[in-house]
């Protein structure tokens, strides 16, 4: 026995001492691989510069080399950002050794409007530098990707191949039947009949207010997809919407005959293709060079320094109390964020770029103080993506001109609180009993152990209504309109980029670099350098956190895989808190 004791311990003494090693040694490679990623790169003549569409593409980049660390699988695969790659387009053009762009489709959409702003940049590209820019897809072209690809000189995809070309579906999930089988009724109190985040705890189905939104806001973003796409091939919209109807893509040969796209070719043609348009023989050599590898090539174009500066702050996710972290958007950090930018004397104008379904009434009511606050001293300029709606729109309400893509999801301006009563499910599910003893009345109020009585859910609907006068006035006095129009266009309404247009809560179509340069303008400067925030993690803090807590979700991501996103949204669900300003973003448009 003491043998085996000696045994085990030393055993245990070495797994130890090895994980000791491992970890001090896989730091140092880290270390390297960090000091050799900070270089510059160089590129080698006749390179096609590929931008993969079918990831993923968050607002901003992530400039930290742990970014797209997977310490379960230890691989890198960082995803360069929307800035990144609208700035590698700009530099790209007047490049000589890029000799086009290559859109390579895969199956995650990142957006609508995301995905309108690259379609953008790339026909700026191909206009102004004459350059190629090619399409391909090896198996599935999924819609977002097809309405990017459609910009190309030439769309190909693999033989066998599929175009998802149908028009879009808007899916809602509810909960009601199976909180109702668990025994917890979610109790309900909201301002805004159209405010529909709240429907899949009271409802098994769609209500007509938010059916009617949904429909209308999905067909203008598919209206306006179809003109586009019409535009650039040629095609009439009721041609496009025809083949809509009979899935015309869903045969490599039927999207050829179509005119979906101009030829089916294997990956080694494609390479051929490439070098023939950049004008070389089937035996000269071509470079493919990445996003994330030519984010470090210089741009000798770039105005590295000036003494005035525009604060580009990135808001995304949802808006939640305290500091938050990389995924949502924290209430007093941000406010922290723009409170030093305002005070800033050599920053001359902030842009805040909002990705977000809202949140929090408070945490966005926070944000809004701060920006109302700095847009009485300098240019406040909102520039708005996939998401800009309910708390999303709050925060952007101060902004002295507000930037939207025709496709953004927009307005949402309602209120609304959940409390939950799980009585039933701890005492006939469980065997559990609640016992409570009070000092006053309402003492035990909000109670998740039992409904509210009457009066509790008067005084919560006054709360609800204080907080939707508070949005409503503050949207007026920035859109500098009356508060009965305001509240006309209100009532949880959800509208599309275009749509906010036109009724004003928006003043201009434009994406991240149009909001960039209006703010320039409206400062009224020639030179400026852009700052971005909130500042990136320190690299090894953030590694310090992927190998701890981010294991956790490294493990989930790769067992659920495109499930993940669904565990994400019923994680928020137990995070609600408070009187929520949020848009029904439960929904999936595909």
């Known amino acids: 026995m003491k043998n085996f004791l000696l045994y085990t311990l030393a055993t ?21 691989m960090i000091a050799s990623g900070e270089k510059p790169v160089s590129i080698s003549e006749n390179s096609v510069l590929v931008l993969k569409a079918g990831t993923a593409i968050p607002d901003r980049g992530d400039p930290n080399p742990f970014a797209g660390f997977d310490p379960i699988n230890m691989t890198f695969s960082p995803a360069p950002g929307l800035n990144e790659i609208l700035r590698n387009l700009e530099k790209a053009s007047t490049d000589t050794k890029i000799k086009g762009v290559l859109i390579e489709n895969g199956f995650l959409p990142s957006g609508w409007a995301t995905t309108e702003e690259i379609r953008n940049a790339l026909k700026k ?41 149908k028009g879009l579906s808007g899916e809602v999930m509810f909960y009601k039947k199976a909180l109702d089988k668990l025994g917890i009724e979610v109790q309900v109190v909201r301002h805004g009949k159209y405010k529909g985040a709240v429907e899949p705890f009271m409802l098994d189905q769609l209500s007509d207010e938010n059916r009617e939104q949904i429909k209308e806001y999905v067909g203008s973003i598919w209206n306006h997809t179809v003109k586009m796409i019409s535009e650039s091939r040629e095609i009439s919209e009721d041609q496009l919407n025809r083949l809509a109807d009979k899935l015309s893509g869903y045969l490599a040969t039927s999207a050829l005959d179509s005119k979906l796209v101009d030829g089916l070719l294997f990956r080694d043609q494609l390479i051929d293709t490439l070098k023939a348009l950049s004008g070389l023989t089937k035996d000269d050599k071509i470079s493919l060079v990445s996003m994330t590898n030519y984010t470090k090539v210089p741009d000798i174009k770039k105005v590295t320094s000036s003494k005035n500066k525009i604060a580009v702050i990135y ?53 809004w103080r701060e920006l109302e606050l ?17 708390g999303g729109y709050y925060i952007s309400a101060p902004g002295t001109k507000i930037y939207a893509d025709p496709t953004s999801i927009s307005g949402s301006i309602g209120v609304f609180g959940l409390v939950p009563n799980a009585g039933k ?27 509210m009585n009457v009066y509790e859910k008067e005084v919560m609907q006054q709360t609800i209504e204080k907080v939707y006068t508070d949005f409503v006035s503050k949207v007026a006095s920035g859109r500098k309109k009356s508060f009965e129009s305001i509240d006309s266009i209100g009532e ?53 956190n992927q190998l701890s807590g981010n294991i956790k979700m490294s493990f989930l991501k790769k067992e659920l895989g495109e499930s993940f996103r669904l565990y994400q949204e019923l994680s928020e669900i137990k995070d609600m808190s408070g009187v929520q300003v949020r848009l029904p973003y439960f929904i999936e448009i595909h």
Request: net charge negative; proline share 3%; aromatic share 10%.
């Open 492 to 544: 949880g309404h959800v509208w599309s980029g275009s749509s906010a247009l036109k009724i004003g809560l928006v003043d201009e179509i434009g994406g991240l670099r149009e909001a960039i340069k209006g703010a320039a303008e409206l400062a009224k400067l020639e030179s400026y350098s852009i700052r971005e925030f909130p500042v990136i993690e320190d690299p090894f803090t953030k590694l310090l």
């Open 125 to 165: 590209f191909r206009d102004e530098s004459g350059k190629f820019v090619i399409a391909y897809s090896d198996y599935l072209m999924p819609q977002e990707g097809y309405f990017l690809s459609t910009i190309a000189d030439k769309i190909y995809i693999n033989p066998s191949s599929v175009v998802d070309f």
């Open 12 to 32: 245990i003494t070495g797994i130890i001492i090895a994980s000791i090693i491992f970890f001090i040694f896989m730091i140092a490679s880290l270390s390297v």
């Open 315 to 367: 808001a995304s996710g949802t808006i939640v109390m305290g500091k938050g972290n990389e995924y949502n958007i924290g209430g007093n950090n941000y406010a922290d964020v723009i409170k030093k930018e305002r005070q800033d004397s050599s920053v001359k104008a902030i842009v805040l770029r909002v990705n977000s379904p809202g949140g929090n009434a408070i945490a966005s009511d926070i944000i």
């Open 374 to 390: 700095a847009a009485e001293t300098k240019p406040v300029v909102i520039s708005m993506g996939n998401y800009a709606a309910s």
């Open 425 to 451: 499910l701890l005492e006939q599910k469980l065997g559990l009993s609640i016992e409570t003893v009070n000092t006053n009345e309402n003492s035990d109020f909000p109670s998740v152990y039992r409904s």
